[in-house]
C-alpha cells in the first residue's frame, strides 16, 4: 500500500485561503469516504482536525473544512492564521483487515 | 478526559527488540467502542501505521512490518503492546500511541516517544 500523495508545501498570507490536496486511488481516497486530516507541530503529536472527509471534531475551528472529489481529497484553511503554521497529513483506510495508509505531508507556511 | 502515555527504554540496540507499553487512564480499553493502535515518525519524516489492537484482541499489522511486529493488550492494567523484533537504525522514530473509534481515523495521541536503534 503505497503513501497518499500530498503537495510538499503550501503558503500564504494571513486571512488568505489555503487548500492542501491528498491523492490516492479507487481502492482508498476515491472508493470510500474514510479520509481524515491530522494537524502536527513541531515536536508535538498529530492531532486530528477532519475525520469522514469533511466532519469535524469538537473543539475544531471551524475555518479548517474538507471536501473530496474522485480519488482527491482536500483541505482548505481559510482565514489563515499564524498558528497555523504546521505539518498537515491526510490518511484513509477502508476498515477491516486493511492498512491505515497516511499521505507524504504538507508544510504549510504564513508569509 | 482520555490520555494515552507511551513508555520505554530510549534506546535499543541493533538486531534486539523494541518494546512499547501505552498506558491508557479516562476510558478502558476493553471497550467495545474502540480500537487502539501504533504509529511511528523517523526524524524528519511523515507518519507510519504500524498496527491495530481490537477491543477483542484481533490485530492488523502494517504489510511492511508484520513479520516484525507483535501488538497486544493487557486489559486489566489498561496497557496494551508494541514489540519490533531485529530492530535496525531505520527503526529509528517517535513511536504514538493511539485511539481510534472506527478504524479509519485516530482521534487521541500520546505525546510520543523517541527510540534510537544504535550499538
Known amino acids: 500500500q503505497s503513501a497518499l500523495t500530498q503537495s510538499a508545501s503550501v503558503s500564504g498570507s494571513p486571512g488568505q485561503s489555503i487548500t492542501i490536496s491528498c491523492t490516492g486511488t479507487n481502492n482508498d481516497v476515491g472508493g470510500y469516504n474514510y479520509v481524515s486530516w491530522y494537524q502536527q507541530h513541531p515536536g508535538k503529536a498529530p492531532k486530528l482536525i477532519i475525520h469522514?472527509?469533511?466532519y469535524r471534531p469538537s473543539g475544531v475551528s471551524n475555518r479548517f473544512s474538507g471536501s473530496k472529489s474522485g480519488n482527491t481529497a482536500s483541505l482548505t484553511i481559510s482565514g489563515l492564521q499564524a498558528e497555523d503554521e504546521a505539518d498537515y497529513y491526510c490518511?484513509?483506510?477502508?476498515?477491516?483487515?486493511?492498512?491505515?495508509?497516511f499521505g507524504t505531508g504538507t508544510k504549510v507556511t504564513v508569509l | 478526559q482520555l490520555q494515552l502515555q507511551e513508555s520505554g527504554p530510549g534506546l535499543v540496540r541493533p538486531s534486539e527488540t523494541l518494546s512499547l507499553t501505552c498506558t491508557v487512564s479516562?476510558?478502558?480499553?476493553?471497550?467495545?467502542?474502540?480500537?487502539w493502535g501504533w504509529i511511528r515518525q523517523p526524524p524528519g519524516k511523515g507518519l507510519e501505521w504500524i498496527g491495530t489492537i481490537y477491543y477483542f484482541g484481533r490485530t492488523d499489522y502494517n504489510p511492511s512490518l508484520k513479520s516484525r511486529v507483535t501488538i497486544s493488550a493487557d486489559t486489566s492494567k489498561n496497557q496494551f503492546f508494541l514489540e519490533l523484533t531485529s530492530v535496525t537504525a531505520a527503526d529509528t522514530a517517535v513511536y504514538y500511541c493511539a485511539r481510534l473509534p472506527t478504524l479509519t481515523f485516530f482521534d487521541y495521541w500520546g505525546q510520543g516517544t523517541l527510540v534510537n536503534v544504535s550499538s
Open positions: 490518511g484513509s483506510s477502508t476498515g477491516t483487515n486493511a492498512p491505515y495508509v
Open positions: 469522514e472527509v469533511s
Open positions: 479516562g476510558d478502558s480499553i476493553r471497550s467495545s467502542s474502540y480500537y
